[in-house]
Nanobody, 115 residues
Framework: QVQLVESGGGLVQAGGSLRLSCAASASILSINVMGWYRQAPGKQRELVAARTRGGITNYADSVKGRFTISGDNANNTVYLQMNSLKLEDTAVYYC?????????WGKGTLVTVSS
């Protein structure tokens, strides 16, 4: 099993920045894909950004150019740097790991963007 613990959420004004962290209990080099998803009130959970263990990244169109996913192999942590935040980025952000064919999820961290 893999445990995932997110941190870094909070309240930020539109145009501001936040960095989310996801600490994994396993080496992220052994995890095929790690990603960030988000779920806004009344909406389905959606992919925000993903990163393969080889470092290939993928982003939702809505965050391209504003968000960056990165990994720290030494600390088994994946980050999501979020810049130029918009009101519509408000959501609970979840860390995901795809490991040996199984999806693992963190408990989520709330990001609230205010005007």
């Amino acid at each position: 099993q893999v445990q995932l613990v997110e941190s870094g959420g909070g309240l930020v004004q539109a145009g501001g920045s936040l960095r989310l962290s996801c600490a994994a209990s396993a080496s992220i080099l052994s995890i095929n894909v790690m990603g960030w998803y988000r779920q806004a009130p009344g909406k389905q959970r959606e992919l925000v950004a993903a990163r393969t263990r080889g470092g290939i990244t993928n982003y939702a169109d809505s965050v391209k150019g504003r968000f960056t996913i990165s990994g720290d192999n030494a600390n088994n942590t994946v980050y999501l740097q979020m810049n130029s935040l918009k009101l519509e980025d408000t959501a609970v952000y979840y860390c995901n790991a795809q490991w040996y064919g199984i999806n693992y999820w963190g408990k989520g961290t709330l990001v609230t963007v205010s005007s």
